[in-house]
């Protein structure tokens, strides 16, 4: 309903503005364009874009790139608008256009977008209720072909949860998956890595890591074991969440295609007998696991001598 009253004023504004190309301007107060193919040329394009809009109400989450280019414009004619209003160019009665033009579609039309992210970049969940962590670790195996049960019956397992492979924070902790290890190792434990694709489809993302011990779950049914959901738009676009993309973009990092959920927030783990011994559930997208944090952290508590100093 939001796309078809959109696509219904745009049109409506594309007639306004080629049938009466001078009214908006006497109805300010301005001086007339003295080329008014220009004014009608942008009622057009305008045009253009609600037939768009019609189009995408029959599918909105199928046709969001539609829907993403009404989203981009509301953006620019608010902002315009509103700029010129500020600085006089405009007289305040032209708030009313910054209101009609712009600020009434950013809103539902920025709800719209996200239900697509969530649709197009969301895997969703395989059984209405999760799995427990008892029957996750008895299905699910690491690539040396032991399930995590039996993993960690002996020893204490460090579970790192990757979000998708092409995310750049992902790529970081990639980098430093050598001295990771050297971590676990000191630690007496096992560092595995829990991704979702499909076994063997990882190792391409390893590199030169790829006798790390990892676990295949393409459904995500161990991330909801464990309690890892979805992350809200803050936890995956917030400003924290730009600030270190962009200093990871700095360092090299970069961004690839998206290999997994892209909503799934990540996470780490100390596990052993069945039980969660200490955790560190990611508060945004770009937290990454502090295995020595999480190490120190249950030594400070009672039961912590269990693991090697």
Avoid at 255 to 276: S, T, Y
């Amino acid at each position: 309903m939001v796309l078809m009253a959109a696509g219904f004023y745009h049109l409506g504004f594309a007639v306004w503005a080629n049938i009466w190309p001078h009214l908006w301007f006497d109805w300010m107060g301005l001086e007339q364009p003295n080329h008014p193919m220009l004014w009608r040329g942008v009622g057009l394009l305008v045009g253009v874009l609600g037939i768009g809009l019609l189009i995408a109400a029959r599918d909105p989450i199928h046709n969001w790139q539609l829907v993403l280019i009404g989203f981009v414009k509301s953006l620019i004619s608010a902002f315009a608008v509103g700029m010129a209003v500020i600085n006089g160019t405009l007289p305040v009665v032209a708030s009313w256009f910054l209101f009609l033009d712009g600020l009434v579609w950013i809103m539902p039309l920025a709800m719209i977008m996200w239900a697509s992210l969530q649709a197009h970049a969301g895997i969703p969940p395989s059984r209405r209720v999760p799995l427990s962590i008892q029957e996750a670790c008895s299905q699910y195996q690491l690539s040396s072909g032991e399930t995590l049960s039996e993993a960690a019956a002996d020893r204490t397992i460090a579970l790192v949860f990757l979000r998708h492979f092409g995310c750049t924070f992902t790529r970081q902790i990639l980098r430093s998956l050598q001295e990771m290890q050297a971590e676990a190792r000191r630690r007496d434990a096992t560092l595995v890595l829990v991704h979702m694709l499909r076994s063997g489809q990882e190792t391409q993302y390893l590199g030169d890591h790829s006798d790390v011990q990892r676990i295949a779950d393409p459904r995500c049914e161990l991330y909801r074991a464990f309690g890892l959901g979805k992350g809200g738009f803050m936890e995956l676009f917030g400003p924290r969440v730009w600030w270190r993309g962009a200093v990871a973009l700095f360092r090299g990092c970069g961004v690839g295609h998206l290999a997994g959920d892209g909503l799934q927030m990540p996470g780490a783990f100390l596990f052993r007998n069945g039980e969660i011994l200490n955790e560190q559930r990611a508060q945004s997208a770009a937290e990454l696991p502090d295995l020595p944090g999480l190490f120190d952290d249950l030594r400070a508590t009672p039961g912590g001598d269990k693991l090697s100093a």
